[in-house]
C-alpha cells in the first residue's frame, strides 16, 4: 500500500509583504518590496539599518489581550497566522483531537525579551527577572500557545536548523502524514528577531546589505552587484491534511507537498560547500522522495538570500541536480520583497511554490539588473510570468550547513 | 511591571495590589475585589501569582516568602502581609 499523500488546504501568512496570503502574493508579483528603514528599535550605530517589518499584523478577536501581552512577537504571529490557516481551509478540528498536530520551524525564538532581561538584570539584580521570560523565550512557545488556543493535543515539534527550520517542519509534517501519526498537521515557520542585540549579531557577522540609503533595492539574489541579505520577520503556516481526508470534505487544495530532502554539508557552520555539493544533495534527496523526475521540475523557489556565497553555490547546486534542464527551470527568490524571514523563509518559498502551482503564475526576483556569470540562471527578473507549473522545488539552507528542500506539486 | 510611586495607607496598598493584579490579567482594577479567590474567580494561574508576586516586591521593597506567597487566596490577603510588613519596619 502506497504511503497516504498530504495536501496544502490551507495558508496563513503574516509577512512584511502583507497579512493574508492574497495581500503577501499580490505583493510578490507586484514586486512590492516590504523592506524598509528599521523601526522597532533605533538602528542608527549598526552597518545595517533595514529590513522587512510586519506592519499590518491584524489580531484577530479570539486571541486575548493577556494572550497578547504574556508572549512575543514570534508568537503574535504564529497565532495570526494559524488563525488564517484555519479559516482559508474552513476545516474543523474538533477541540481535544489526537491525530492533528503542529510541527513548527523557529530558529531562535524570543530572544529580544531575553536582551529586555539581560538589561533589567544588569539595572537591578538577578531576583527581578520575570517569571514569564522562559515561556516568552523558548522557541517551542509559539506552537504551544497554537496548541492551547485550538485545543490541539497530537504530535507538538519545533524545530530549530536556522534559516532552514520551515522547510524540516513541512518535511517533518509530511511524514506524520505518511505515516498515520496525524490527519492534520499545522505547520510551518515563525520569527521576530529585529531587536537590538540579536539583530546586532548578525550586523557583526557582515552577511547582511549596507545598501541602508535604497532599502527596496538592497537585497539583489543572483545579481553580480548583491552584498548580502535583508533580515525579515513573520510566520507563514499551512493546514496540511491527509489527501483522502481533505477530499472527503470537499476542500480547496492548493498543492501536494510530495517530497522532503536534506543534508547537512558539514563543512562549514557560516558558509556552504562552494561547489554547491551538499544543496544539490539536498534537492536530489527531495525529488528522490517524490518520486519525480529532474525533468519534469518546472519552477525552483531558491533560497536566494543575495549574500555572494549562497547564491553562487545555490546556483551551482541547481545545476549539479539538474543538467541541462536548469536552462529551461524558472528560479526566483521573494526575499527582496519579505526580507529573509529566517525561521519563516522555507515556508515562505512553499507559499510561492504552492500559488505557482495553484495559479500558474511565478513570482520574480526583484532587483536582479547585472547578471553574475558565477550564477547564470532564469531568474523570472523583475516581472512576474504567467507559466504553467507542474512541480515546484522551494529550497532554505541554513548556518550550520543545514539544507532542506520540499517538492511542490499540483494536485492530480 | 509598574514603576508609579506607591502610597503606603492602606488604601494605597489595596490600589496598587489591585492594580498590578489587574495589569497581569489585562482586567480592570475595579474588577479585582480584594475577597475573591485568586485562582477560582480572577483565573490567576501559577506564573500569573509569580509574576504579581514579583511586581508587588518590586512595588513595595519587600521580600515576600515562597511560604507566604503560597498562603494568599485573595488580593486581600497580599494587602494584609503587605500592611503588616510595612507597620513592622515603621515600628508601629
Given at each position: ?265 558539514s563543512y562549514n557552520i557560516l558558509a556552504p560547500e562552494p561547489d554547491g555539493l551538499e544543496m544539490s544533495q539536498s534537492m536530489e534527496a527531495a525529488l528522490r522522495d517524490a518520486n519525480v523526475a529532474p525533468t519534469s521540475v518546472q519552477y525552483v523557489h531558491a533560497h536566494g538570500t543575495g549574500t555572494l556565497n549562497n547564491d553562487e553555490a545555490e546556483a551551482l547546486g541547481i545545476r549539479k541536480t539538474f543538467g541541462a534542464h536548469a536552462d529551461k527551470l524558472m528560479v526566483s527568490s521573494t526575499k527582496p520583497v519579505t526580507g529573509h524571514m529566517l525561521g519563516a523563509a522555507g515556508a515562505m518559498g512553499i507559499l510561492a511554490c504552492a500559488l505557482s502551482v495553484k495559479t500558474g503564475q511565478v513570482p ?49 | ?92
Amino acid at each position: 500500500m502506497s504511503p497516504a499523500r498530504a495536501v496544502i488546504t490551507g495558508i496563513g501568512a503574516v509577512t512584511p509583504a502583507g497579512t493574508g496570503w492574497k495581500k503577501t502574493w499580490a505583493s510578490l508579483l507586484e514586486g512590492r518590496s516590504g523592506i524598509r528603514p528599521i523601526s522597532l528599535f533605533k538602528a542608527d550605530g549598526y552597518r545595517t539599518q533595514i529590513a522587512g517589518e510586519v506592519t499590518d499584523l491584524g489580531v484577530p478577536s479570539s486571541i486575548s489581550e493577556k494572550l497578547m501581552a504574556t508572549t512575543e512577537r514570534f508568537t503574535h504571529f504564529a497565532l495570526a497566522a494559524t488563525h488564517l490557516a484555519l479559516e482559508d481551509s474552513r476545516i474543523d478540528i474538533p477541540a481535544g483531537s489526537v491525530d492533528a498536530g503542529i510541527v513548527m520551524g523557529c530558529g531562535m525564538g524570543g530572544l529580544p525579551y531575553f536582551e529586555l532581561q539581560a538589561e533589567v538584570y544588569a539595572r537591578k539584580g538577578a531576583r527581578s527577572i520575570r517569571p514569564g521570560s522562559v515561556p516568552r523565550i523558548m522557541p517551542n512557545a509559539a506552537a504551544a500557545y497554537m496548541a492551547s488556543q485550538w485545543k490541539i493535543r497530537g504530535h507538538n515539534v519545533t524545530l530549530s536548523t536556522a534559516c532552514s527550520s520551515s522547510n524540516h517542519a513541512v518535511g517533518y509534517a509530511l511524514d506524520l502524514i505518511r505515516t498515520g501519526r496525524c490527519r492534520v498537521v499545522l505547520c510551518g515557520g515563525t520569527e521576530s528577531l529585529l531587536s537590538p542585540i540579536t539583530f546586532g549579531a548578525f550586523d557583526a557577522l557582515h552577511v547582511m546589505s549596507d545598501k541602508n540609503s535604497h532599502p527596496a533595492k538592497a537585497c539583489r539574489p543572483f545579481d553580480k552587484n548583491r552584498d548580502g541579505f535583508v533580515m525579515g520577520e513573520g510566520a507563514v503556516i499551512f493546514v496540511l491534511e491527509e489527501a483522502g481526508h481533505a477530499r472527503a470534505r470537499g476542500a480547496n487544495i492548493y498543492a501536494e507537498v510530495a517530497g522532503y530532502g536534506s543534508t547537512n554539508g558539514s563543512y562549514n557552520i557560516l558558509a556552504p560547500e562552494p561547489d554547491g555539493l551538499e544543496m544539490s544533495q539536498s534537492m536530489e534527496a527531495a525529488l528522490r522522495d517524490a518520486n519525480v523526475a529532474p525533468t519534469s521540475v518546472q519552477y525552483v523557489h531558491a533560497h536566494g538570500t543575495g549574500t555572494l556565497n549562497n547564491d553562487e553555490a545555490e546556483a551551482l547546486g541547481i545545476r549539479k541536480t539538474f543538467g541541462a534542464h536548469a536552462d529551461k527551470l524558472m528560479v526566483s527568490s521573494t526575499k527582496p520583497v519579505t526580507g529573509h524571514m529566517l525561521g519563516a523563509a522555507g515556508a515562505m518559498g512553499i507559499l510561492a511554490c504552492a500559488l505557482s502551482v495553484k495559479t500558474g503564475q511565478v513570482p520574480p526576483t526583484l532587483n536582479y539588473e547585472t547578471p553574475d556569470p558565477a550564477c547564470l540562471l532564469d531568474t523570472v527578473p523583475n516581472k512576474a510570468r504567467k507559466s504553467s507549473v507542474d512541480v515546484a522545488l522551494s529550497n532554505a539552507f541554513a548556518f550550520g550547513g543545514n539544507n532542506a528542500t520540499i517538492v511542490i506539486r499540483g494536485e492530480a | 511591571m509598574t514603576d508609579a510611586p506607591r502610597g503606603t495607607g492602606e488604601k494605597d496598598v489595596s490600589t496598587t495590589v489591585q492594580k498590578i493584579i489587574a495589569d497581569q490579567l489585562k482586567m480592570k482594577p475595579a474588577d479585582v475585589r480584594l475577597n475573591a479567590l485568586l485562582q477560582n474567580d480572577l483565573g490567576v494561574a501559577s506564573l500569573d501569582a509569580m509574576e504579581i508576586i514579583l511586581s508587588v516586591e518590586e512595588a513595595f521593597g519587600i521580600d515576600i516568602p515562597d511560604e507566604q506567597a503560597h498562603k494568599a487566596k485573595t488580593p486581600g490577603d497580599i494587602v494584609n502581609f503587605i500592611s503588616q510588613r510595612i507597620e513592622q519596619s515603621s515600628g508601629k
